[in-house]
Nanobody, 123 residues
Framework: QVQLVESGGDLVQPGGSLKLSCVVS????????VGWYRQAPGKERELVAT???????NYLGSVKGRFTISRDNAKNTVYLQMNSLKPQDTAVYYC?????????????????WGQGTQVTVSS
């Protein structure tokens, strides 16, 4: 069973920085992509940043230039460095791993999620 455990969320002032970590229970290269999503109160969960097996990255437009996703396969860990934080970044951040099952009738993706870590940006 795949487990993802996030850490690093905190209360931070606008303009501050945080680094989130996600430890995955198996090699992150077992997955097509790993990354981060977030959900603010009353809003839909949205993609923040992902990195795939070829190291291609994808970022939410509003975080480009401020957030950086990275990984350390030796540690089975995915990171999200968040700089210049804004109140709009306040949300629960979830680690995600996406796996494509090719044996199914139409192939389908499986999503694995961490429990979430709270990031609050406020003065």
């Amino acid at each position: 069973q795949v487990q993802l455990v996030e850490s690093g969320g905190d209360l931070v002032q606008p303009g501050g920085s945080l680094k989130l970590s996600c430890v995955v229970s198996r090699s992150i290269f077992s997955f097509n992509a790993v990354g981060w999503y977030r959900q603010a109160p009353g809003k839909e969960r949205e993609l923040v940043a992902t990195i795939d097996i070829q190291s291609s990255t994808n970022y939410l437009g509003s975080v480009k230039g401020r957030f950086t996703i990275s990984r350390d396969n030796a540690k089975n860990t995915v990171y999200l460095q968040m700089n210049s934080l804004k109140p709009q970044d306040t949300a629960v951040y979830y680690c995600n791993a996406k796996f494509l099952e090719i044996a199914t009738k139409p192939p389908r993706f499986h999503d694995y999620w961490g429990q979430g870590t709270q990031v609050t940006v406020s003065s």
